[in-house]
């Protein structure tokens, strides 16, 4: 089923590389809630422009969850603290505007299956053994 809005919004997954304290490498992530923009606003929006990228965020992102703070607490989201963000966090920027697009088109996380996994076999239930499986084309 298919609901039409005018301002659809979605909870989305941001992950990028980044250093910890000490300096290793770690992958760091949070959790977005953007609006959609239009069609007619997104053709040609992302570039590797740091100013424009930072406008979009600052244009689409309307809350955020699994971010902390200083001392340990959940950091609030404000527009003030998006900036804090997008100005010491560089990583960041640079996966938004690639993680935003994607959720644009449609690409967002997988639903998990069933609990119940499929036949060893790779069948299904009730499929049709006496047909051969596909042949592989070169």
């Known amino acids: 089923m ?8 979605a909870w989305i997954d941001q992950k990028w590389r980044g250093l910890d304290d000490d300096g290793y490498e770690v992958e760091k992530s949070m959790r ?10 997104v ?3 992302y570039t590797d422009d ?4 930072a406008d979009l965020a600052k244009k689409v992102i309307v809350d955020w969850d699994e971010i902390l703070g200083e001392t340990g607490k959940a950091f609030a989201f404000t527009p003030e603290n998006l900036d804090l963000v997008l100005e010491h966090e560089p990583g960041f920027m640079r996966a938004f505007g690639v993680n935003y697009l994607d959720a644009w088109g449609g690409q967002g996380r997988v639903r998990e299956k069933n609990s119940e996994s499929s036949p060893g076999d790779g069948r299904a239930d009730g499929a049709d053994e006496s047909r051969p ?3 592989k084309t070169s």
């Open 50 to 53: 740091n100013a424009k990228t």
């Open 43 to 45: 053709t040609g929006l």
């Open 133 to 135: 499986p596909a042949s």
């Open 32 to 41: 977005l809630r953007v609006r959609f923009l239009p069609a007619s606003e």
């Open 2 to 9: 298919f609901r039409v809005t005018k301002e659809p919004v």
